[in-house]
């Protein structure tokens, strides 16, 4: 059975009136009584369509300040009632009540808000506070959940993003009659609406930035597939609040994977504030299955590149690009010489980006400046795990020198170099740095010394001297072999966090042989 309906009364109380029109006019040409309320009373009334205000069925004004419009038994008595239950439709009839067919509904926008109130008055209670406490809706929120839920008998239009599938399917298509599975659909969809908000405004009163996700299927973004090309992919975010896209196709299930790591290591180079990072060194970053394969701070962009180039040219090939600093023409000029997958940056030359667009799939991205959840998440078993994310960079004054032989002031600031990269590259991890420079990493291996080895083996081959660089590893030492490795390569300063119930014999050897080492007292896993 189709379970077909056929709308006769409709309840229409939205915030955003944007493309409502044609769906006022088509529910008027179908001959649908339509109840209102405010503003959107109003918005129907000025196209010349009758409405029946919601005052009129309840006997009741909008009170409070517009808190209380719909909250009335006459209203959820008509979206709640079973059709099929006698004793639900006898008392319909002796309290007035008409049977509501269709709701459609449009959330104060509670995100939007937050966002636009400043820090301090949040925090405050000051107006900016008010205002989003307002923006708290109630009525809406109870509406949509009335409606879902009865979604037997009721058509639930959650959002502005389901007018054209009322319009177009429904009204016109199926001349006002909806299916079973059309309304079970958009039950579906009002009821992710719904957890969505709620769960934005508990992140407020518990202090967390906001995330606005699309949290419905039409809206989300369908990739060309997942991470393989039998996988399907869906991305529910905003990526045009997070970048201006200045050319290239679209964006890949691998691509995402690995801007949302070059995103998070710039970040790690990138001051805080404009007048901190007009003084900062230009830092340029080469990515390749979510690990740098290149890295590099110098005071010209065009030779930042190039260092990091000359870390792994062979990885490079298909990579994704990002810099801290405005590209110029002779920056985009070695650039174009590789083929990369993605470039990001805050701005680009005029001249620069003309001439990185000649390729028509490379995705040019410029990022606006702004700030990404603390929180990361992950599926697994039958769940999700909820985490920090590891926002922490240590400076200089946090390391403990634990050997007689102290860093030099350069070691000292490759050290801090190499401490940024290594928290952002896949456990077990080696970095190995000399001159700000990412001279290779060992990624992902099972064991430390393996990593080491592959590090120490990948320099090598792209004909660095590692005489004089320095170590980072994302954790502990369990027996002295990588210092004594890394020291026969050439390595005289080391960084980690400590911990290792062996973690004096590491320091004997270091002592023995004159190499510097420092302690953090912080772990950087990253599985």
């Keep these: 059975m189709s379970g077909l309906k056929k709308i006769k009364n409709a309840l229409i109380s939205v915030y955003y009136k944007d493309n409502l029109e044609p769906v006022i006019h088509q529910l008027n040409a179908l001959g649908v009584k339509i109840y209102s309320t405010g503003g959107t009373q109003e918005f129907i009334e000025s196209l010349g369509v009758s409405v029946v205000p919601v005052e009129s069925l309840t ?8 808190r209380v419009k719909t909250l009335h038994p006459k209203i ?11 004793s639900d439709i006898a008392q319909l009839e002796e ?36 205002e989003v406490i307002e923006k708290i809706d109630i009525g809406g929120i109870s509406l949509i959940r009335a409606a879902a839920k ?9 959002s502005k993003n389901e007018y054209t599938f009322l319009h177009d399917t429904i009204l016109v298509s199926q001349k006002g009659e909806s299916t ?14 719904s957890s969505h908000y709620d769960t934005a405004i508990f992140n407020y009163f518990n202090g967390e930035e906001t995330v606005a996700f699309k949290q419905s299927v039409q809206d989300a973004n369908v990739l060309r597939y997942g991470e393989n090309p039998h996988q399907k992919g869906v991305f529910y975010g905003n990526l045009d609040a997070m970048f201006t896209k200045w050319n290239g196709k679209e964006l890949s299930y691998n691509n995402l994977l690995d801007v949302d790591a070059a995103v998070n290591l710039i970040a790690e180079f990138t001051a805080s504030s404009p007048e901190e990072r007009a003084g900062e060194s230009s830092t340029f970053a080469i990515l390749k299955h979510n690990n740098a394969c290149g890295l590099a701070s110098c005071d010209k962009l065009v ?15 298909g990579g994704v690009l990002i810099t801290n600093k405005e590209i110029d023409l002779a920056t985009a000029e070695e650039m174009h010489k590789l083929f990369f997958e993605v470039i990001i940056a805050p701005s680009f030359d005029v001249k620069a980006i003309e001439l990185l667009k000649t390729k028509p799939n490379r995705i040019i991205l410029q990022q606006k400046n702004v700030k990404l959840s603390n929180k990361s998440f992950r599926t697994l078993l039958n769940g999700v795990i909820e985490q920090d994310k590891d926002l922490k960079t240590e400076t200089v004054n946090e390391m403990q020198t634990v050997t007689k032989v102290s860093p030099t002031k350069e070691e000292l600031n490759d050290l801090v170099f190499a401490n940024k990269l290594v928290k952002h590259t896949k456990s077990n991890t080696i970095v190995l740095a000399k001159n700000n420079q990412l001279l290779a990493s060992g990624v992902g291996q099972t064991s430390r010394v393996d990593a080491l080895t592959q590090a120490i083996a990948k320099a090598k081959n792209f004909g660095f001297d590692l005489k004089g660089a320095v170590m980072a590893s994302d954790a502990f030492f369990p027996f002295p072999d990588c210092v004594e490795i890394a020291h026969k390569a050439g390595i005289t300063a080391i960084i980690q966090p400590g911990g290792s119930i062996k973690d004096k014999d590491s320091i004997a050897y270091c002592d023995n042989n004159g190499i510097a080492m420092v302690m953090t007292g912080t772990r950087h896993f990253k599985h």
């Design 95 to 130: 309290f007035e009540i008409p049977e509501i067919d269709l709701v459609i509904v449009d959330l104060y926008p509670f995100e939007e808000t937050v966002a636009k109130a400043s820090e301090k008055d949040s925090l405050s209670f000051g107006e900016g506070w008010g």
């Design 150 to 158: 009865n979604f037997k008998d009721v058509i639930i239009v959650p």
């Design 180 to 193: 079973l599975a059309d309304r079970k659909k958009l039950a579906g969809k009002a009821f992710n609406v």
């Design 59 to 66: 006997s009741y004004p909008s009170i409070l300040g517009g």
């Design 76 to 86: 959820f008595g008509g979206i709640l009632s079973r059709r099929e239950l006698q």
């Design 303 to 317: 030779d930042a590149y190039k260092g990091a180039l000359a870390g792994d040219p062979t990885s490079a090939f």
